[in-house]
């Protein structure tokens, strides 16, 4: 018996078999995710009480089943970014960047995407993609060309750069925090794919759409006239977030050797940042000063990770995840290669479909009780790389793949150039696809 | 014509007093002038700075109430979208353009009808809405409010800070 299984509570409730309570509102808990009827904070602050109300784990347990360390490391991240966007240091990349291209159209594609890319990868791409896309509508309707093609890249080039490290996406969060794989390992191992996908995303773009953009020299010569230096609103606090944000970068580089936990790190970088950035405010600007940094967290995104962590816990505990990964095993004869491939193909449609990361909350202890199968938990590593690649670039086969896709589509509908469901997912679906074929062999090659 | 509803309430010594409550009604312009749905915006917009109006309300041929079109809806179209929008950008700093661009901008949309352009979740208030409730909105506001009939959504006045200023100093 494994120390999840410890934690199960004895009594159930009405007497009803735990693995059959737990795995019942599970399923119920991923159908109401799935429909969006409720909001997936809600399901899931739902279905964790009733796991516990339910007798199949403590309250105790309960807590256990939550990983603070990837709450940590998304509240600290959440906390830099919320107060160093108000430095307009995002607008002044986006916009020195076109200005670098002479503001060709499909050059600024190129330097639009590349900067939504790497702020993806070095911050989180849902908060990239809300400071990048008013500035990609701004300078489309300045070349009056449609922002369509823009903003269809961005959403590709978010969850791609997402990919490449473990502070990008949640679901890398999740997985570096559950297997102890650090900031380096993440970047050497998914940073070099994701460049290979990036670019190799951009040349369908480019026949599609890329080689038909054009704006007349009038327009162009609009953008050229930004001043970007002018977008900086605060230049004390561009300095401070820039030294933090470095700071935080070479803690993540450096983490193994300073034995420190990614949440330790972006913590204590938000906690920096707040001092230097309020020590020069009197108490009542400190109050509402900190008190906006504080409702920059995405508080509804943080409990629902509460929940999903104790519902997946709850369904650990009975063993059932144990039984599932068995089954799968068996499904793949046991054979490495084969249940790498099937981890990134399931991942990929699956996270296109539905929210990837009560998915991967799921996987991550199914994939974890393989690890004796497989001769050992070091043997699981390309199991990892195909669940990040799987889910994170899964991501972009819908609308509903991703927050950022959502949050780009927002954007475009209140420009009048909406994106709709359907003709979206017809052009992204199979790139999509192609993503994973091509993550698929550099797994196989790489690791198998 | 002035609704007053008498309650009666007593006075520091225990006397019953009388209370007249006024309402939106009271100090409403009874016959503002209006747009209607099919108005080209240029005319609109030469309406509202000939007169100074900062909204004037838009009607159907039955005088029902669709929105107001002013000020704000002509910024509305010569600003960057990017910058309007909910969640758009908070500052245009940055971006250098000229009355020209501005006036390329609003000879874009200045044959397109006043329905293209008009505000229809603007704030209403109702005849019997009360006074103090009715100036608190128009605080918030900051803008004439149409005064709408219940029942019917049919514009019956308009309420500016003008007509308000004017109840009180002569009362």
Redesign the interface.
């Known amino acids: 018996m494994t120390g999840a299984h410890e934690a199960a509570a004895t009594a159930v409730i009405f007497g009803i078999d735990p693995t059959w309570f737990s795995v019942s509102l599970f399923t119920l808990t991923y159908l109401l995710i799935i429909t969006e009827r409720l909001n997936r904070a809600i399901v899931s602050l739902t279905a964790a009480c009733l796991m516990i109300l339910g007798g199949v784990i403590s309250q105790q347990a309960a807590f256990e089943g939550v990983d603070f360390n990837t709450l940590g490391l998304l509240t600290g991240m959440m906390l830099i970014v919320g107060v160093s966007k108000n430095s ?1 240091m995002f ?1 002044y990349v986006a ?1 020195w960047a076109a200005k670098r291209v002479n503001a060709s159209p499909w050059g600024i594609l190129l330097v639009l995407t590349s900067v939504t890319a790497a702020f993806s990868a070095l911050l989180d791409n849902v908060t990239t993609v ?1 400071l990048i896309a ?2 990609t ?2 300078i489309t ?2 070349l009056r060309i449609s922002p369509y093609p823009y903003l269809f890249a961005e959403i590709f080039a978010a969850n791609i750069g997402g990919a490449a490290t473990l502070i990008g996406d949640p679901p890398n969060i999740m997985i570096g925090s559950a297997t102890g794989l650090d900031f380096n390992q993440f970047l050497f191992n998914m940073a070099p794919i994701a460049v290979v996908v990036f670019f190799l995303t951009l040349i369908p773009i480019y026949f599609i759409w890329g080689r038909k953009l054009h704006a007349e020299d009038k327009y162009r010569q ?1 953008v050229m ?7 900086i ?1 605060d230049p004390r606090l561009l300095k401070q977030s820039l030294f933090v944000l470095a700071l935080v970068m070479t803690g993540f580089i450096f983490a193994h050797h300073i034995h420190l936990q990614p949440a330790t790190i972006a913590m204590s970088g938000a906690a920096l940042l707040l001092v230097i950035t309020h020590l020069p405010l009197d108490t009542q600007a400190q109050s509402r000063s900190v008190e906006k940094a504080f409702n920059e967290i995405e508080w509804t995104t943080i409990f629902f990770f509460i929940g999903l962590f104790i519902v997946v816990y709850a369904v650990e505990t009975t063993g059932a995840l144990e039984q599932l990964a068995h089954g799968i095993l068996d499904l793949t004869a046991g054979d490495r290669t084969i249940t790498a491939m099937a981890i990134i193909w399931v991942s990929a449609i699956a996270s296109s479909i539905v929210d990837n990361i009560p998915f991967v909350a799921t996987m991550i202890p199914l994939i974890m009780s393989m690890g004796d199968a497989f001769g050992g938990a070091e043997n699981l590593e390309p199991l990892w790389w195909s669940l990040a690649l799987g889910s994170c670039l899964g991501g972009n086969g819908s609308l509903v793949g991703a927050s950022a896709n959502l949050i780009v589509a ?2 475009a509908d ?3 150039h909406p994106i709709r469901f359907l003709p979206f997912m017809l052009m992204a679906f199979p790139l999509m696809l192609l993503s994973i074929l091509v993550s698929s062999v550099y797994v196989w090659w790489r690791y198998l | 014509m002035v609704i007053d509803r008498n309650l009666a309430v007593t006075n520091d010594e225990g006397n019953p007093q009388e209370l007249a409550i006024m309402f939106a009604e009271s100090i409403m312009d009874p016959a503002p002038t209006s747009l209607k749905p099919t108005h080209k915006i240029r005319a609109a917009a030469e309406c509202i700075m000939e007169k100074r109006y900062r909204a004037v309300p838009v009607i159907d041929d039955d005088g029902t109430y669709l929105g107001v079109f002013g000020v704000n809806c002509l910024l509305r179209q010569v600003i ?4 309007i ?5 908070d ?7 000229t009355l020209a ?1 501005l006036h390329q901008r609003f000879r874009e949309i200045e044959d397109k009808p006043v329905s293209f352009c008009m505000t229809q979740d603007a704030p209403t208030v109702h005849p019997d809405t009360p006074l103090v409730e009715t100036l608190l909105v128009l605080y918030r506001n900051k803008s004439s409010l149409p005064v709408i009939e219940r029942e019917t959504g049919k514009l019956v006045g308009m309420i500016s800070y003008w007509d308000v200023g004017e109840k009180i100093l002569e009362s």
């Open positions: 307009g607008q916009i809300l008013p500035v509508l701004l309707e300045s609009r006239a930004y001043d970007e230096g002018s977008s609103t927002g954007f209140r420009s009048g | 960057p979208r990017a910058a929008i909910e969640d758009g950008l500052n245009l700093a940055f971006v250098n353009e661009d």
